[in-house]
């Protein structure tokens, strides 16, 4: 329990610094590109970070809105890529 919060502090507060937003709206469930937190580049970045931070080889299979829409689902695209 204590790994997911780590995880779920460091993407948070990764999405909060990339945004120039109001933090008080992103939620763990908050759709952050439908919102417009993060853009295209911004997914870049975010894959960028996941890959350094977290050691993840993204594929391109695996580049679908489903896995980074939300705080939530980064943790669990997280979770399905680590043992």
């Known amino acids: 329990m204590h790994i997911d919060t780590e995880r779920r502090t ?3 507060n990764y999405i909060i610094e990339s945004t ?3 933090v ?8 952050i ?3 417009g937190i993060l853009d ?3 997914l870049l970045f975010l894959i960028e970070f996941l890959q350094e931070e ?7 299979e695996e580049l ?6 939300s705080i ?12």
Do not use: A, H, Y
């Open 10 to 12: 460091k993407v948070r």
């Open 72 to 83: 939530n689902s980064i943790l669990t695209f997280i979770e399905s890529k680590t043992p």
């Open 40 to 42: 295209s580049m911004g």
């Open 64 to 69: 679908v809105v489903e896995n980074f829409q």
């Open 54 to 60: 977290f050691n993840l080889t993204t594929n391109d």
């Open 20 to 22: 120039f937003d109001d």
């Open 33 to 35: 590109f439908e919102e």
């Open 24 to 31: 008080e709206k992103i939620k763990d469930d908050t759709l």
